[in-house]
């Protein structure tokens, strides 16, 4: 099984709709965070957490907002999703210490 | 706030041709990950470099972290089709292990067999 899973993989949503992404791991990393991928723009940080009462906000925070439910889990939601938030959503986590980062496969949002 | 600019940001080779990927910050960082994606994949790990100067190898690939840590490179030498993807570098700033990673925009590289 995976260590970091997100879903969905895949989601088609339109204009104003609340979305949900949800990340769980389990390799019970303290660190968590959600980055948002477009061509050419390479991975931009929209939020992260240290544990599960430390929520910061990133590079890309506006639009988006975030629930560290559990040290498992982390969640991105788009309050109203809008047409400019359709890229490929990527959930991270790490042990902390300046350790690597575990990247979750990915969920491909698209606004309609 | 913290920069990290990577070029090129696409390079097509032959096959057997060599590469590079260059990343600069406009901090000091403490230290620097490289990380690499296959088409259609997520981001992976390949190596951390944290000393001033520092160079690591892993069977063709060279990670070079510059003398005043604020650039690196990764250099692929004879590359093959089983090394394309986008390598991306990620610097982490300096005063402690809290700072977040800054994520270069990636260099796409694409082998021609």
């Known amino acids: 099984d995976a260590d970091v899973t997100q879903t969905p993989r895949n989601r088609i949503t339109k204009t104003g709709k609340r979305i949900m992404l949800e990340c769980s791991q389990t390799?019970?990393?303290?660190?968590m965070y959600w980055y948002r991928q477009d061509p050419g723009l390479g991975l931009r940080l929209i939020y992260y957490s240290f544990d599960v009462k430390d929520i910061n906000k990133g590079e890309i925070s506006d639009g988006y907002s975030v629930s560290r439910q559990a040290q498992a889990k982390f969640s991105l939601s788009l309050e109203s999703a809008i047409p400019n938030q359709t890229a490929l959503y990527f959930c991270a986590t790490c042990m902390g210490g300046g350790s690597e980062q575990f990247f979750g496969p990915g969920t491909r949002l698209t606004v309609l | 706030g913290q920069q990290v600019m990577q070029i090129p940001q696409y390079q097509h080779v032959q096959e057997g041709e060599d590469f590079t990927t260059y990343c600069n910050s406009s901090t000091t960082l403490s230290n620097i990950q490289w990380y690499k994606q296959r088409p259609g994949g997520h981001p992976v790990f390949l190596i951390q470099l944290v000393k001033s100067g520092e160079v690591k190898k892993q069977k063709r690939l060279t990670f070079q972290f510059g003398e005043a840590k604020k650039n690196s490179s990764l250099h692929i030498t004879a590359t093959q089709t089983t090394v394309v993807g986008t390598y991306f570098c990620?610097?982490?700033?300096?005063?402690?292990?809290?700072?977040?990673?800054?994520f270069g925009k990636g260099t796409l590289l694409t082998v021609n067999p």
């Open positions: 990620a610097g982490r700033g300096g005063g402690g292990s809290n700072y977040k990673l800054t």
């Open positions: 390799k019970g990393h303290d660190r």
